[in-house]
Structure formats: structure tokens, C-alpha cells
């Protein structure tokens, strides 16, 4: 019975995969293999770190920061240093997976061999939850998750991560930023920082997608 339930999920998973992997266009190429580098990250991080630094004196923002970076951290190497190797789950796109001549793949690009769990989404909702969890301000909150879910499904989109595959990492990032946050109020007091100019960090973000969608524009 567990058996069953277990290949009814993996079959599921794959179907569901399939049919988002499947809902390709030429703007949708260039703009979640854009979305998904890690060049579009620099200006997110650099509005964080100045509205840390508008809002908090240096010892607090080298504290958050120390705090941002332990969670990126722990999302990253939980994923794929601890968990990839034992599970050992091929990726769509790998080419001795059965399902790989279904795939949709931008510019023909394959990933590394393992997918479970997803690095690209361990790292969003990992920074995601922190950024929830310093500023507490709704709109952020809210900006901030989407990015994380559109990072995570540019994963999708380029045939490397099955839906499980983000679930998964995302549960990872929200918990080792819940637990850097425990020991960053715990070890300096620090429950929250001033959420004055957190709008920056929404309209660098926004900036980014303009950006890149005029990219794709051009180019798709």
C-alpha cells in the first residue's frame, strides 16, 4: 500500500512536471533562463544591505547579514551537500532519465545529475522567511515570495527540478531561516529591524524583472 501511494506521487509529480515544463514560448526562454542566473541576485542584495544600513547601526546589520548568509548557507549545503547524494534523484534533463526526450530544454542546457532537493529554492525561501522575519512589512513579505515562487518555477520551466524537488527545498530554506533567526535573537536581541525604504528592496526587485523582461522582448 505504501508502495503504491509512493509511485502515485512520483507519478504525479512527473505529470505535473511535464505538462508546466511543456508551457514554453520564445519570452519565456530567455526570461526564466535570465531569472534563474545568479547575476539578477547583486541588486537585490545590495538594496537589502542599504536599508540595513538605513535602518540599523553597523553591529546590527553585520549581525543580519552574518544571519542572511548562515541561511544561504544552510539551505545550500543541506541540499546538495547532506540530502542529494543519499537520494540520488536524476533530473528531468538528464539524459538516463527515461522521461528526458520529453523535456523542454533552453539552448539544449543540461544540468548537474542530481535534483532532490532544489539548491534555487532552498536559497529563495531562505532568504525570503529572513527577509519576512526582519522587516515584518506586508508588502515586502508578499514581493518577496513571489520572487521565490518564480525563481523556484524558472527550475521547472528549464527542465531540472520536478515540483517535489522545489517543495522540498523551500521547506528547507524556511526552516534554516527560522532557526538563524531563533540565534540571531537569542545570541544579540535583535527581533526585528525598522522597516522604513523596505520598499527599495521591492522596487529594485521590480526594476530587475522590467529588465529582464525587456530582454526577452528583444531577444524572444
Not at 545550500?76 to 538528464?94: E, N
Not at 514581493?143 to 528547507?172: E, K, Q
Amino acid at each position: 500500500m505504501t508502495s503504491e501511494l509512493f509511485q502515485s506521487l512520483m507519478e504525479t509529480d512527473q505529470n505535473v512536471f511535464l505538462y508546466l515544463n511543456g508551457l514554453y514560448t520564445d519570452f519565456g526562454d530567455y526570461f526564466m533562463s535570465t531569472f534563474s542566473g545568479k547575476i539578477i541576485w547583486v541588486p537585490m542584495y545590495a538594496s537589502v544591505l542599504y536599508v540595513l544600513l538605513k535602518n540599523a547601526n553597523w553591529k546590527e546589520t553585520l549581525c543580519c547579514l552574518i544571519a542572511i548568509a548562515l541561511t544561504i548557507t544552510f539551505a545550500d549545503q543541506m541540499c546538495a551537500t547532506v540530502i542529494r547524494p543519499v537520494v540520488a534523484r536524476l533530473r528531468p534533463c538528464s539524459p538516463d532519465n527515461p522521461i528526458s526526450e520529453l523535456v523542454h530544454l533552453v539552448n539544449g542546457k543540461r544540468s548537474g545529475s542530481f535534483s532532490f532537493p532544489s539548491c534555487h529554492a532552498s536559497n529563495s525561501f531562505g532568504l525570503a522567511f529572513m527577509l519576512m522575519y526582519l522587516f515584518r512589512n506586508r508588502r515586502l513579505t508578499l514581493f518577496i515570495m513571489l520572487w521565490a515562487v518564480v525563481n523556484s518555477y524558472s527550475r521547472i520551466y528549464l527542465g531540472v527540478h520536478y515540483p517535489t524537488d522545489l517543495l522540498a527545498g523551500a521547506s528547507i530554506g524556511a526552516v534554516g531561516a527560522t532557526l538563524m533567526y531563533f540565534l540571531l535573537r537569542q545570541l544579540t536581541g535583535i527581533k526585528r529591524v525598522s522597516d522604513k525604504q523596505a520598499s527599495v528592496i521591492i522596487y529594485t526587485g521590480l526594476l530587475t524583472i522590467l529588465g529582464i523582461s525587456v530582454y526577452a522582448l528583444i531577444y524572444g
